[in-house]
């Protein structure tokens, strides 16, 4: 063979090699891209279904205070006593009683209604990464008869 096949054969070889390293790293930068997109997407789904789950859980009937079948602008605390809500992913979800505050503590059935705050749900997964977002809401004491003021905190954990 002559010097000048060698040196085009050569050539053609570092050619393919340059375009093989730009296409590797090419799609390496396109997936890096792609994964942080759907990342962004899936922590964008979930903070939509944190605010939905927050405008919606005050006025569930579950919840919700009713007098003679009218539904009042407020929350039964003998209600969340028992409640528990499930399979809602990694979360942790509380009502806190701020004012009037009288008696500190985790709310059940023998402390009530001397406690001020309500675990409704409670799987953080271990997770680092905590997000919260609350609302204010009003809280009605049936055996007091009372209407006390608030807050609906919902972290979620990624």
């Given at each position: 063979?002559?010097?000048?096949?060698?040196?085009?054969?050569?050539?053609?070889?570092?050619?393919?090699?340059?375009?093989?390293?730009?296409?590797?790293?090419?799609?390496?930068?396109?997936?890096?891209?792609?994964?942080?997109?759907?990342?962004?997407?899936?922590?964008?789904?979930?903070?939509?279904?944190?605010?939905?789950?927050?405008?919606?859980?005050?006025?569930?009937p579950n919840v919700v205070y009713s007098n003679l079948g009218q539904e009042e602008n407020s929350i039964d605390t003998s209600k969340l006593v028992n409640l528990k809500l499930e399979k809602l992913g990694f979360m942790e979800i509380r009502i806190r009683e701020i004012y009037p505050l009288n008696s500190e503590g985790v709310c059940d059935a023998s402390n009530y209604p001397d406690c001020n705050e309500f675990v409704l749900y409670d799987d953080n997964g271990n997770k680092e990464n905590v997000?919260?977002?609350?609302?204010?809401?009003?809280?009605?004491?049936?055996?007091?008869?009372?209407?006390?003021?608030?807050?609906?905190?919902?972290?979620?954990?990624?």
């Open positions: 063979m002559n010097k000048k096949g060698i040196m085009q054969i050569n050539e053609t070889i570092i050619v393919l090699i340059v375009f093989s390293i730009i296409l590797i790293l090419s799609i390496t930068i396109f997936y890096r891209y792609n994964i942080a997109s759907v990342e962004d997407l899936g922590n964008e789904f979930e903070r939509n279904r944190v605010l939905n789950l927050l405008s919606t859980l005050p006025n569930d997000n919260i977002l609350t609302t204010p809401i009003s809280l009605y004491y049936p055996g007091l008869k009372e209407y006390k003021s608030g807050v609906l905190e919902i972290k979620w954990f990624n």
